[in-house]
């Protein structure tokens, strides 16, 4: 029996950025013509914004290789805290790579503010993402977007069981009208993925597992955090390596991409070089990238239409949607909805996978800190509460943070 739905909660206040600021970082020693293919974008949100709550940090003032989040914003006067807007704005979109900006930096940051990143081959590309936000904001669009809910339940797979039973069922549950449509196990081939693509939903919600390939592999780039459609034939029966028909890909997303997407899964927003995990099994696991990198999947999402994807770095755990004695926990994930499909950004909806995270981290160090003065600590709820703490600040926003599902006309 599918859960009841959570009771719905206060929205957020409408986005206002002259009231919050915008500001976009980019790497010191970054490309110049980045940043003038982004111009018309930063042009657009400083006439939103308004002068004093705009920043444009680059040059000396950008990312320096191996910055702390504190050290950082120190440099820049700021304090740990809420964000201040008029010394550093709370929408903050990073400019560059993995290699350039840190997954660490952008981790951090995203706890008290508002932060996306934007990662693309070319200046080109800059510039085409940005012309569609500002056509999204000033052509407006539908009030009542279209979603597709997509979940693989692959065959003799506990990951995906609990995934579908535990999370996405009792999601569908709660958002069951005429505007969802629904992939869950059986349904959730690639075939049929592609089909429901064509019908240009403007909200995709995938979970599942995630490709992971070797650090040696000359695929991972390509296809590492891909998603294994309800064609894998699951951990049991599968054979050597898995073929391009059982997954969805960079290369299968089709023009005019979701204006949202989120994306639950191993790698679905990137790798970085070492397992962050690798402890847990005795802490000598081979790198897992000779660089760290933001996957392909995302990446071709934000070329070809959408607005903001959401993703995870690295692997995934079940604590986001279980929890020891208490069961299926979906609480962020629904607000993180009804947020979007209220018009709140992406930055706006994700402030509940921030707090989440604060909170764990505050759990963790009450126990780390009864430890160190001797008391007993049980090991393995130490073990538990720091997977849960270092799986829920590896969410991130690829994508500008001040991004909403829809517009009203202005």
Known sequence: MLAPSMPRTTLPSPPNLARDGWGVIFAQGGDPAVAEALRPLLEHRRQQAGADRYRELRGGDGYRAGETKLDFLARHGVAPGPPQPDRMPANLLLVGNAEAIAFDFQFQLALQHRVGRLDFDDPESYHRYGQRVIAAETEGSTSCPHGLLVAPRNPED??????????????????????FELLIAETATKERL?????NRPELLFLAGHGLRLSADDPRQRQRQGALLCQDWPGPRRARGEVPDEQIFAAEDVPEDAPRMVFHFGCYSAGTPCRDGFDHLAGGDSPPLASRPFVAALPRRFLELGSLAV??????TWGWSFLWPGAGSQRGVFELLLDELLAGAT???????????????ASELLLLLEERERGLPVDQDRLVGLWTATADARRFIILGDPAARLFSPRV
């Open 158 to 179: 506990g990951v995906t069981e609990r995934i579908v039973d535990l999370l996405v069922n009792p999601l569908a549950q709660s958002l069951l009208d005429d505007t």
């Open 194 to 198: 592609l089909r429901a693509l064509e």
């Open 310 to 315: 959401v993703g995870h770095v690295e692997r």
């Open 346 to 360: 992406i930055g706006q909806a994700m402030a509940a996978f921030a707090r989440r995270h604060g909170e764990l």
